[in-house]
Each structure stands twice: as structure tokens, then as C-alpha cells.
């Protein structure tokens, strides 16, 4: 396997469950359960699957905003949750994360000017208030919001270009690697579309790396090189954009895609929508053997009983599935 920026092996996080009056740990909820892909210098790596199947928590684990359970993420080669406070604080700028809700990640008292200033001076990126003005008046420009506006505050403006803000916060400390957490998904579908392209246009021009997580296949589909999916805390499905979208092999992926609206008339008369039967199990008991057994239709019992290998079918294309390795 060739090395990326990011490498990520077996991480899982657990959240313990506490109970009782002693607040005695009862079990763990699986948010993350081994979960290994690397992301290469440059390139998009979608995260897709329903709420509530780990992605945030991935996504944070990623960055070390939630510490590890096990496994390990490195950056350029360097264990992430291994730095000491100074090496940390130096990543912080290499590493940003942009979230769903961009108003409640926008300090309401500051103005945007100090906002997406705030961390280049704690860093030393820029050394005096006139300097950081300037600089966070070319960046938000580059975002697409007018220079007057660095005196606005957050309540002033839309949500598209509150996200604005946010991506111009994310930018402002030169990073390499950006979480993007459903940084669209609670925009406004015409507004979804100009906030994507940004994010695709300053990925291109600087050279960015992206983990983009969204439950949102169209959104995902559009900006990824490769993409992962999730069930219950694994990524049962793993490759290339293409072979995913074209080949999806995991039951659950095919499903997933089904489920799709297409506005395409041909393609919408010739696939099926795949309905999953169930609802989705819960991470702190997680199905023995395959954990999509419960709501696969092709499920025999070696899913109930073994766990799937997560094996290479084609270069790059990984699979968690008995059925597609010829079990049965
Ligand atoms: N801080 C936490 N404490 C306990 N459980 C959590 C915490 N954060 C997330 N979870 C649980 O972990 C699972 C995965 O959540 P999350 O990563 O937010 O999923 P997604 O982003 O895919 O919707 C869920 O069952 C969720 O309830
Ligand atoms: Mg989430």
C-alpha cells in the first residue's frame, strides 16, 4: 500500500455507557470499530453512510479532537496522538475541520475580521493587527465575501456565507488537511452547490487534502477522488470513486445508491430502489459476524457467525462481504 498524508490503521473509538449511581461503565457504544484507509496528498476522500454510523466521530478521531481507543492515525508519518503539547499546537494549523452548523462555530461577539484573524496571530502566521487585516481581507475575498464585510458580524449574514466565513477561518492558518463534516448539508440545496464548488475550487488551487464526510451521496459523488462507506462503525466498502459509483459490490452501498433520486429518466426506469428491511442496530451491540447480516438480503448464516475479510477485489477496491469473496 502506498503512504499518504494520512494513515489511517484499526482505529476504534469507544464511548463508554455509564450507569447506576456509582456511574459504573456497562458497556461501550462502537462509534468506531477498526477502521484502516490512508488519504494521498491532494485528494478527496468521501465518507458516506446513515446518521449515526461513526462518520464525526471518525472524522474528530482523525484530528485528535476526541483522543483514540486503539490503532493509529499518522500525519506526514507522525502518530498524531502521540505529540507532545508544542507538537500539537503546531498541527492544529495543519489539520482544520469544518462543521455542519455554521453559526454555532462563529463566535456571535466577534466580528469577521477577528474571527478568521484570531488563530493566525495566536500562531505567528501574521505579527501585527494591520497585517492580519490585510490577509483576512484577501481570504475572505477569496471566499467569495467583500472586503467591508471583515467589520460584519456572524448574525449579518446568510448561511451560505456564514459557511463562507467558516471556510475562510479553516484556510486563514495555511492547512494541509480539512474534516469537512457535513459542512453542506444544512444549506439550502441552490446555496449547497455554490459552497461545494468553493471548497472544490480552494482544494484544487492550494493543493488541499479533504476527509469530506456526508450522508449526502450526490454531494459526495461530486467532490471525492475515492470513497468509503460506513455501517455501524466499519467501512464496509472502499475504492475509488468510480467503482464505487458504477460497481458499488457491498449489499449496503448498492442499496445506499439505490436509494438515490436520479434525474436522469433512463437510469431511473432501470434500477430498482433496494429497501433495507430493519432499522439500523445499535453501535454498543453491534450484530455477531457480518454487522449488516441483520438487514442484508443475501445474508446466509456464515454472516451471522463469521466476520467478512475486508479483502482487495480490484486495485484500490476493498469489500467486507462473504458474498462478493464467493463464500457462498
Ligand atoms: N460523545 C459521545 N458519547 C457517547 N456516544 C457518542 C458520542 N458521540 C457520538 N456518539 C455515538 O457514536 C455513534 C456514532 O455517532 P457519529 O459519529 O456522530 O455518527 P454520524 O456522524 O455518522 O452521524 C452514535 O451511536 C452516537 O450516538
Ligand atoms: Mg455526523
Redesign the pocket.
Known amino acids: 500500500m502506498s503512504t499518504g498524508l494520512i494513515e489511517v490503521k484499526n482505529l476504534k473509538k469507544y464511548?463508554p455507557?455509564k450507569s447506576g449511581l456509582l456511574k459504573t461503565t456497562t458497556g461501550h457504544?462502537k462509534?468506531?470499530d477498526d477502521v484502516s484507509f490512508s488519504i494521498k496528498r491532494g485528494k478527496v476522500m468521501g465518507l458516506v453512510?446513515?446518521?449515526?454510523?461513526?462518520?464525526?466521530?471518525?472524522?474528530?478521531t482523525l484530528l485528535n479532537l476526541?483522543p483514540k481507543t486503539q490503532g493509529q492515525v499518522l500525519f506526514k508519518g507522525q502518530d498524531i496522538h502521540a505529540l507532545n503539547r508544542k507538537e500539537n499546537k503546531a498541527l492544529r494549523t495543519k489539520m482544520q475541520i469544518i462543521f455542519q452548523d455554521p453559526y454555532s462555530s462563529l463566535n456571535p461577539r466577534l466580528p469577521v475580521n477577528d474571527i478568521v484573524g484570531e488563530a493566525m496571530l495566536e500562531h505567528g502566521i501574521v505579527k501585527t493587527k494591520q497585517e492580519m487585516h490585510d490577509r483576512v481581507v484577501d481570504i475572505i475575498s477569496k471566499c467569495g465575501l467583500f472586503p467591508e464585510q471583515a467589520t460584519r458580524y456572524p448574525h449579518q449574514f446568510s448561511g451560505g456565507q456564514r459557511q463562507r466565513i467558516c471556510i475562510a477561518r479553516a484556510l486563514a492558518v495555511d492547512p494541509e488537511f480539512i474534516v469537512c463534516?457535513?459542512a453542506v448539508s444544512a444549506l439550502d440545496v441552490s446555496i449547497q452547490s455554490q459552497i461545494i464548488n468553493l471548497l472544490k475550487d480552494m482544494q484544487e488551487e492550494l493543493g488541499l487534502t479533504y476527509m469530506f464526510?456526508s450522508?449526502d451521496l450526490s454531494v459526495v459523488k461530486f467532490i471525492s477522488d475515492d470513497v468509503g462507506v460506513?455501517y455501524l462503525?466499519q467501512i464496509v466498502e472502499m475504492g475509488d470513486k468510480k467503482s464505487i459509483f458504477t460497481t458499488p459490490l457491498h449489499p449496503y452501498t448498492q442499496a445506499l445508491l439505490s436509494a438515490v433520486p436520479s434525474f436522469d429518466p433512463e437510469k431511473r426506469t432501470g434500477s430498482k430502489r433496494i429497501l433495507l428491511q430493519g432499522d439500523i442496530p445499535?453501535?454498543?451491540k453491534p450484530p455477531s459476524g457480518c454487522r449488516f447480516h441483520t438487514r442484508c438480503p443475501y445474508a446466509k448464516d456464515v454472516c451471522k457467525t463469521t466476520v467478512p475479510e475486508n479483502k482487495e477485489v480490484q486495485p484500490g477496491h476493498f469489500v467486507m462481504c462473504h458474498k462478493v469473496h464467493g463464500v457462498f
Open positions: 464511548f455507557i457504544v462509534a468506531v453512510g446513515e446518521s449515526g454510523c461513526g462518520k464525526s466521530t471518525a472524522g474528530r476526541l463534516d457535513e464526510i450522508h460506513m462503525g445499535s453501535p454498543a
